[in-house]
């Protein structure tokens, strides 16, 4: 048997029929996203719907979030945090996030989101400054690549021990072991990747979902 399945369409279209439970709400949202010229910033329905089972299998009532877009993975988690969870989700676009706040007011989940506007290295030091360290129990990262090491730095402080943060486009297209591509972004998520996979404060796991998802476990 194979080590490795190459993911086809109709393969793709199989899995996501056996585990994909997409609310109507993200199924509009998503949909309305990829009218726009940069659709392919948000992340796919099953890595949606993975991050969902993350949420629920860590426990998690109080979330992070550094890079919003339109809203699509902020209201996935929103949606399976308890009535009394909450989200707190960092962008620097008014304009996106306009569509995401309407979605979340129709999903019902507005008031568990406490949104950010402005540069969101500042935000978390904001949050550290409120002395809301070890509080959050799941942190995603998809934002500028370039301030990746900075964003993954505050949110392990923000985290409470055997707290899970998720890092997104850790692959970049594959780009990751194609010598001949050096630009900053890609040289930032190697050098991240480079960094968590020796990081003695974690345990660590980098999947191939969407475009490379890398998790790290705050050890206690």
Same mark, same amino acid.
Request: glycine fraction near 8%; proline fraction near 4%; charged fraction near 25%.
């Given at each position: 048997?194979?080590?490795?399945? $190459?993911?086809?369409?109709?393969?793709?279209?199989?899995?996501?029929?056996?585990?994909?439970?997409?609310?109507?709400?993200?199924?509009?949202?998503?949909?309305?996203?990829?009218?726009?010229? /940069?659709?392919?910033?948000?992340?796919?329905?099953?890595?949606?719907?993975?991050?969902?089972?993350?949420? /629920?299998?860590? $426990?998690?009532?109080?979330?992070?979030?550094? $890079?919003?877009?339109?809203?699509?993975?902020?209201?996935?988690?929103?949606?399976?945090?308890?009535?009394?969870?909450?989200?707190?989700?960092?962008?620097?676009?008014?304009?996106?996030?306009?569509?995401?706040?309407?979605?979340?007011?129709?999903?019902?989940?507005?008031?568990?989101?406490?949104? /950010?506007?402005?540069?969101?290295?500042?935000?978390?030091?904001?949050?550290?400054?409120?002395?809301?360290?070890?509080?959050?129990?799941?942190?995603?990262?998809?934002?500028?690549?370039?301030?990746?090491?900075?964003?993954?730095?505050?949110?392990?402080?923000?985290?409470?021990?055997?707290?899970?943060?998720?890092?997104?486009?850790?692959?970049?297209?594959?780009?990751?072991?194609?010598?001949?591509?050096?630009?900053?972004?890609?040289?930032?998520?190697?050098?991240?990747?480079?960094?968590?996979?020796?990081?003695?404060?974690?345990?660590?796991?980098?999947?191939?979902? $969407?475009?490379?998802?890398?998790?790290?476990?705050?050890?206690?």
């Amino acid at each position: 048997m194979a080590k490795f399945i $190459g993911l086809t369409d109709p393969l793709y279209d199989y899995i996501t029929s056996v585990s994909l439970r997409e609310s109507p709400v993200l199924g509009r949202l998503r949909a309305e996203t990829a009218t726009m010229p /940069r659709a392919q910033m948000q992340i796919a329905p099953d890595q949606g719907a993975f991050m969902q089972m993350l949420v /629920r299998l860590t $426990g998690a009532r109080n979330c992070l979030e550094v $890079g919003v877009f339109t809203g699509y993975s902020a209201l996935a988690v929103a949606l399976v945090l308890p009535d009394d969870g909450h989200l707190t989700a960092c962008d620097i676009s008014v304009e996106y996030t306009a569509i995401a706040r309407r979605y979340w007011h129709e999903a019902g989940v507005d008031k568990k989101i406490d949104l /950010r506007i402005g540069p969101a290295l500042k935000t978390l030091d904001v949050l550290i400054s409120e002395d809301r360290t070890g509080t959050y129990d799941f942190a995603f990262i998809d934002a500028d690549k370039a301030s990746y090491d900075g964003y993954y730095e505050r949110a392990l402080k923000l985290l409470r021990p055997g707290g899970l943060v998720a890092v997104d486009n850790m692959l970049w297209g594959g780009s990751v072991v194609d010598a001949a591509k050096s630009d900053p972004d890609i040289a930032a998520i190697r050098a991240l990747n480079k960094k968590v996979g020796a990081d003695t404060r974690v345990d660590v796991s980098l999947l191939p979902v $969407g475009d490379g998802l890398l998790l790290a476990r705050k050890r206690a």
